[in-house]
């Protein structure tokens, strides 16, 4: 009953209260990580570097999201007990993860273009180049095969990407059975490219369509948690003023 008759009884409250949105922007945070981490993270990796981007960012608000809401209980605890310390450490670290929810929403928008404009011809290149076949042992086969399989389509443009490559030198087939609708049909042959066996359309439509979802969630997320715990900031600051 005593700290109801504080002079920062009414601020300890609203600080208490902001604390709920601030955990929740946690929680934000942590679930786009893991949404980039675990959903598409093997589809678009096939981009190679022009959307490695996106996984490092997913890492980053798996961090910030984790230290978001240790951060909950620290200001809880200052504001509790009134200590300075605490409650400058903890607005120094809601800058920082404030600052930084804003970094990698502009270097999310900022790459976007460049894997629209840059990853086309590049995989295309390395397609030709590097992938080996369906049951090809090597990661980067592996992961096209997935691609291929899961989104229903064929090669980066279209089927005729292996017209000439490396697999086509090496097993004399005009496409991996991955592209076929369905493989185990005799039709599957590498050679028939009718409309009835293989997919025509190619996979980066479909990839860039994932990597802008991707790019998308990650910017409205990481701007959405900033919002939400700027309003927590300038209470925690208000308070340690207060107290000093």
């Keep these: 009953?005593?700290?109801m008759h504080t002079p920062y009884s009414s601020l300890k409250r609203l600080l208490s209260f902001l604390n709920g949105f601030l955990a929740?922007?946690?929680?934000?945070?942590?679930?786009?990580?893991?949404?980039?981490?675990?959903?598409?993270?093997?589809?678009?990796?096939v981009l190679g570097l022009s959307s490695a981007y996106l996984l490092h960012v997913g890492y980053l608000c798996l961090v910030m999201g984790c230290i978001t809401v240790l951060l909950v209980?620290?200001?809880?605890y200052g504001a509790t007990k009134e200590s300075r310390g605490t409650l400058l450490f903890c607005f120094l670290c809601m800058v920082v993860i404030l600052i930084m929810e804003i970094t990698v929403a502009t270097v999310v928008l900022a790459f976007l273009p460049i894997v629209e404009e840059m990853a086309l011809e590049h995989n295309f290149v390395t397609l030709r180049r590097n992938y080996s076949g369906y049951n090809?042992?090597?990661?980067?086969?592996?992961?096209?095969?997935?691609?291929m399989e899961n989104l229903k389509c064929c090669g980066v443009k279209n089927y005729t990407d292996f017209s000439g490559s490396s697999f086509e030198m090496m097993t004399g087939h005009t496409y991996p059975r991955s592209c076929c609708k369905s493989f185990r049909t005799v039709a599957c042959d590498g050679h028939n490219v009718s409309i009835g066996v293989i997919h025509q359309e190619g996979c980066?439509?479909?990839?860039?369509?994932?990597t802008r979802t991707q790019s998308f969630n990650l910017i409205g997320g990481t701007l959405g948690a900033a919002v939400m715990q700027l309003p927590g900031i300038l209470a925690?600051?208000?308070?340690f003023v207060k107290l000093g």
């Excluded at 786009?32 to 959903?39: D, E, S, T």
């Excluded at 090809?136 to 691609?147: F, G, H, K």
């Excluded at 980066?204 to 994932?210: G, R, S, T, Y």
């Design 73 to 76: 209980f620290a200001r809880w």
């Design 136 to 147: 090809a042992p090597d990661d980067y086969s592996t992961e096209w095969n997935l691609v």
């Design 236 to 239: 925690t600051l208000l308070l």
């Design 24 to 45: 929740i922007s946690g929680v934000i945070l942590i679930g786009l990580g893991a949404y980039v981490k675990f959903r598409g993270a093997v589809l678009t990796r």
């Design 204 to 210: 980066f439509p479909k990839l860039l369509k994932i």
């Design 1 to 3: 009953m005593a700290e």
